[in-house]
């Protein structure tokens, strides 16, 4: 057994992220003072077996994707990615990774893009429980009114993160 996972941080202008990096890639990547233990809590959960290391090289590679990202030059993302979850999360997960860098989409437009126009609530839950903050663009959607809801980082940084982007209808947008 030679699974492993790293656990640190990375410090963003948004404030210090947690993240869990699996061989796989990044299976968690949150902001708060619960993200240090939501980390811990998903390689539990996905990977039983493997040995915890603290700050390992792969932080660093991440850490430089944000640097890159927060100066407004970097608008894909490369980082290898260890999304788990049910198939209806990862289908809805997926289908955020889709949605360009600048954009927005309202909840109901993404339940139609990813082939369940009856599901919104369903890509409202599954939205809600993305371990990969950024990475997999949870922030790029909105109410269908164009208002921000629902960002487990909070509406400030949601709003933060798409005026980086210069998210086209922001101005729309309102908390």
């Known amino acids: 057994m030679n699974d492993t996972v790293t656990i640190g941080t990375i410090a ?33 959960r996905w990977v039983p077996e493997a040995q915890l290391v603290p700050d390992g090289p ?8 944000f ?4 100066a407004g030059q970097l608008r894909e993302w490369s980082f290898p990615l260890d999304l788990r979850g049910t198939p209806f999360q990862l289908r809805a997960w997926e289908g955020l990774r889709q949605i360009p860098y600048g954009q927005v989409r309202a909840y109901s437009e993404h339940a139609v893009a990813i082939g369940h126009p009856h599901a919104v609530r369903a ?5 809600g429980a993305n371990p990969i903050s950024i990475l997999v663009p949870c922030h790029r959607l909105v109410g269908k009114s ?30």
């Open 146 to 175: 164009g208002s921000l809801v629902k960002y487990g980082g909070g509406l400030e940084i949601k709003r933060r993160l798409l005026e980086l982007e210069g998210a086209h209808a922001i101005a729309d947008c309102r908390l």
């Open 67 to 70: 640097e890159a990202y927060f």
């Open 123 to 127: 890509v409202g839950a599954a939205n």
């Open 12 to 44: 963003t202008p948004l404030g210090t992220m947690w993240a869990a990096i699996s061989d796989r890639g990044l299976g968690y990547l949150g902001f708060g003072e619960q993200s240090r233990a939501l980390a811990a809590a998903w390689a539990r």
């Open 58 to 65: 792969e932080l660093l590679d991440l850490a430089a994707q």
